[in-house]
């Protein structure tokens, strides 16, 4: 076989409300790109007193509060914004008579919402940001008022990324099931993080990142990590990733990676909330109560990817969830190789394996899978074969290591010159750009040793 011998959440809902009305059809003003900066930047941070500005803040939105005790438009972003305020420990009582009746005008408007689009689909940008409210209200929005929003919210799958994402944060914020399908959609939105904007690769880490936590999916932390690196190294010299809303959504999807190994190379926490902090106005807003929601949300601790309260969770908790790892529709899943005790996340590397079958790839199978460092290619297929039936391969022993010449059902043809090739790319392979033979792996599948983000591809095709 030639390859072997030769190779919270406010902010998410303002960016919600105007980064959403952006299709992913449209030029992003500003994109992910997959290069290092050709110079490392070195912020010089002084410390603020964060929990001034945060007070100054909520006293800004409370001003703000019209007469039938919500905020127009951005009450549900407002209540989202001081329920994270509140769970960071800050003075805002919540079960004061006002709080409870913004509350109420809130419920309100989103039965005048679904009372409006009782035969059309209610805007899912806008259904989203109510279910997260809920949540982080401590609500069931699957049993509001006998509706249930997380069924509408899932009932009909948006096909931009970033809208898309946004529902599935909303809908795992709730502890609802997520769909197999819907998390290979963020996984491949992730992979491809270079053609996507900034709040899209942000929304997509804080929906994967939910879904981790929730749903107990630990084997998709290692496939969060790459876009959050690509994300990360995207930060301004001025500590900004561009406009507010982008910063303040930015912040909330690297939260968790500040403190990560290495973390620190790519972007700086303290400098991106200087920066926010710096373009506070005199009033204590950042010049409407949507961005200053955004601005808040950033700025204190809580997490866009786990809105709920703790106290929370036996009202809203959903043992439903359908294993991933365990297979079901489609061709894309996930594998990983089960491991007892505390292994450190260090100890194991994410990758994807990719069989492709004909020249003109007829047949396309992708397996995302985690495995302890330092483990052989063979090792790797000896893993996924037990996996999917797809992935079952035979090989001959040689003394020089293991030849494969049947995988997938297909054997080598060396009359017809039809061969496996074994390939070690950089991206995940995409049949509309194939890769070339310079990509072929220089070892067998004895001494090809898995690399982390790497991505390797068996293709059976004529030579």
């Known amino acids: 076989m030639l390859s072997h011998t030769l190779p919270p959440l406010c902010a998410l809902l303002v960016v919600a409300s105007t980064a959403i009305a ?3 059809t449209e030029a992003p003003t500003t994109r992910a790109a997959s290069s290092t900066p050709a110079s490392t930047v070195l912020w010089e941070t002084e410390p603020l007193n964060e929990g001034q500005a945060i007070q100054k803040a909520l006293q800004y939105l409370l001003n703000h509060r019209q007469l039938d005790w919500g905020w127009g438009n951005d009450t549900h972003h407002v ?4 329920q994270l305020a509140n769970n960071t420990g800050k003075e805002i009582e919540q ?3 006002e709080m409870q009746l913004s509350a109420k005008q809130m419920e309100i408007e989103i039965l005048l919402m679904m009372s409006k689009h ?3 689909p209610p805007p899912l940008g806008r259904l989203a940001a109510y279910t997260l409210a809920l949540g982080a209200l401590c609500k069931d929005p699957r049993s509001f008022h006998g509706r249930d929003l997380v069924s509408a919210l899932l009932h009909r799958e948006p096909p931009h990324d970033l809208e898309f994402a946004y529902a599935t944060l909303a809908a795992c914020s709730s502890a609802a099931h997520v769909r197999r399908r819907h998390i290979r959609r963020l996984l491949d939105i992730a992979n491809a993080a270079a053609d996507h904007s900034l709040d899209t690769i942000s929304m997509v880490i804080l929906a994967l990142r939910c879904v981790v936590q929730d749903h107990r999916h630990r084997s998709l932390l290692h496939f969060v990590r790459r876009p959050m690196a ?3 190294r995207q930060q301004h010299p001025d500590g900004s990733f561009g406009s507010l809303t982008t910063t303040a959504l930015a912040i909330q999807a690297l939260e968790e990676s500040d403190s990560g190994p290495g973390a620190q190379q790519h972007w700086s926490l303290p400098a991106a909330r200087k920066w926010l902090v710096e373009r506070q106005a005199a009033d204590g807003g950042w010049g409407d109560v949507q961005s200053t929601a955004a601005a808040v949300a ?7 990817a786990a809105v709920r309260p703790p106290h929370c969770s036996d009202k809203l908790l959903d043992t439903r969830h359908e294993p991933f790892e365990n297979g079901g529709d489609g061709n894309l899943k996930v594998a990983y190789q089960a491991h007892t005790g505390n292994d450190s996340d260090a100890r194991n590397v994410s990758f994807t394996y990719t069989l492709w079958l004909g020249t003109n790839v007829t047949e396309n199978y992708t397996l995302y899978m985690v495995s302890p460092r330092n483990v052989s290619f063979y090792h790797v297929m000896q893993q996924a074969a037990e996996q999917e039936p797809q992935f079952k ?4 022993s040689w003394p020089n290591g293991h ?5 997938a059902g297909h054997a080598e043809e060396p009359l017809g010159y039809h061969y496996w090739l074994l390939y070690r790319l950089p991206e995940l392979p995409d049949p509309a750009s194939p890769p070339g033979n310079q990509l072929v792996a220089p070892v067998g599948v004895d001494d090809l040793l898995v690399e982390d983000g790497e991505h390797y591809l068996f293709w059976y095709k004529k030579l």
Request: aromatic share 6%; hydrophobic share 45%.
């Open 79 to 82: 209540m989202l914004t001081l």
């Open 22 to 24: 952006q299709t992913e």
């Open 298 to 304: 950033a700025l204190t601790p809580a997490s866009l």
């Open 118 to 120: 009782h035969e059309s």
């Open 230 to 232: 690509g994300l990360a």
């Open 393 to 396: 391969f035979s090989a001959s």
């Open 403 to 407: 030849y494969v010449h049947t995988l």
């Open 95 to 97: 079960q004061s008579l």
